[in-house]
Structures are given as C-alpha cells and as structure tokens.
C-alpha cells in the first residue's frame, strides 16, 4: 500500500447468491477502500442459507461504503443489506448514502454471526443518509451482542443525520449487554407494524426525542401519541 493508491470498487452491476462485495482482512499499513455507487441484486440458491449484499469483517483501517443500492427482494433465505463483524472501534466502517431494499436486517453488526466465531474486535460503524425498506417481517437496523459469543467484545452503530427505516416489523433493535446505539437525533422511523425501537437485554439509554415516529418527530408528540 502507498499512498498514491485509492483503491476503489465502484460503478458496478453485481448479481450474488451469497456475498456482493465481501471486504474482509485489511490491517496494519493496508489502504483504506472505498466501495462506491455499486448496484449489488441478491439472487435466490437452493444451496444458500443467506445472501448479504455487502459484509465489511476483520478490518483496523477505515472503509467508506457510499451510494450502494442493495436489493435482496427476490431472496426467500435470511438476508442483510449490509452486515459488520470484527471492525475495530478505531477504524468503524462509514456507510454513507445509498439504500437497502427487501433485506431481512437492512443493516446488522455483531460479534459473531458475520463469520460464526468470536469478533476480537466487536463490530462498529458509522451511518449516514442511509434509507433501509424492510418486507413485513423485517428488521431496520440490528446491533447484536451474540449469545453465540463467548467474549462478548462491544458492538456500536453510530446513527448520523439521514438515515430512514421505511416497513417491516421493527425499526431499530439493540440486544444484550454489549450492544448499543449513539447519535439517533435524525433518524426516522415510519410503518413499522411492531416496535418502533426495542431494547432487548440492554440497560443503555437512548434519547430518542428528536427522532421522527410516522414523520412526527418524539418530543412534539403528547402523552398518548407517545
């Protein structure tokens, strides 16, 4: 790696049964790539037990994941929009623009599931004018402290200005200890037919009176809206 290089993988067309762009083993000195404006379809397989469009996993040096569109409505197996595992706080993985449409979990990190083994590093990342459509059963956004995982290392999203979950069941879920969620002061939640946000075995708070619930943003809301 030099600093003259960028690397980029951008401006493509990708058709995967399993795995769009699988950015994965960077660390140290390696440079920091930018996955930018692909189009990435998931594709049903028999053989598949789960499609992702793009799975950032064991990376210490930055990633930026702009203007994707990811769309896994023709696949019937679990499926993520975007999915981070073992991504080092320092280093979270930015997803900037862009969209996730049909995806089981439009974007989900954890500390196990992303390889089945522990995450050394957890899961991080930023988030930015990201616009998730969930289908009926679907999840918005998932932060995971696994019960598969025997270290329990910490897993964060950072929620930043733009972000949307449009349908599904849940907006934004945060589960067990290790999990948690900073910054929700823009993001917005609409037509979701459970909860909007669940805390599941987590004593975090989140302040989520600047978020917007079916575009009425919490603290405008009386005491029976809310």
Not at 117 to 126: P, R, V
Request: hydrophobic share 40%.
């Amino acid at each position: 790696p030099t600093p003259a290089v960028a690397p980029v993988i951008s401006g493509n067309t990708i058709q995967a049964r399993r795995t769009g762009i699988f950015h994965n083993l960077h660390y140290s000195a390696a440079s920091a790539y930018s996955l930018s404006n692909n189009t990435i379809t998931g594709l049903a397989d028999v053989n598949e037990t789960g499609v992702r469009g793009i799975l950032l996993s064991s990376l210490s040096v930055p990633s930026t994941s702009s203007g994707n569109t990811i769309d896994m409505s023709g696949v019937t197996a679990p499926t993520s929009g975007y999915e981070v595992w073992n991504v080092k706080a320092t280093s979270a993985a930015a997803i900037t623009g862009g969209s996730v449409s049909g995806a089981a979990t439009g974007l989900f990190l954890n500390n196990f599931e992303g390889y089945s083994s522990n995450a050394g590093d957890g899961a991080h990342a930023t988030v930015s004018g990201l616009a998730i459509t969930c289908p009926a059963a679907g999840t918005g956004i998932r932060v995971l402290d696994s019960t598969s995982s025997s270290t329990h290392a910490a897993v964060s999203v950072a929620i930043g200005s733009g972000v949307s979950v449009t349908g599904g069941s849940r907006g934004l879920v945060v589960e067990n200890a290790a999990a948690s969620v900073g910054g929700v002061s823009d993001l917005s939640l609409s037509g979701q037919t459970g909860n909007f946000i669940e805390l599941i075995q987590n004593s975090g708070d989140i302040d989520a009176t600047a978020v917007r619930f079916n575009n009425k943003i919490g603290s405008a809301m009386n005491l029976g809206e809310l």
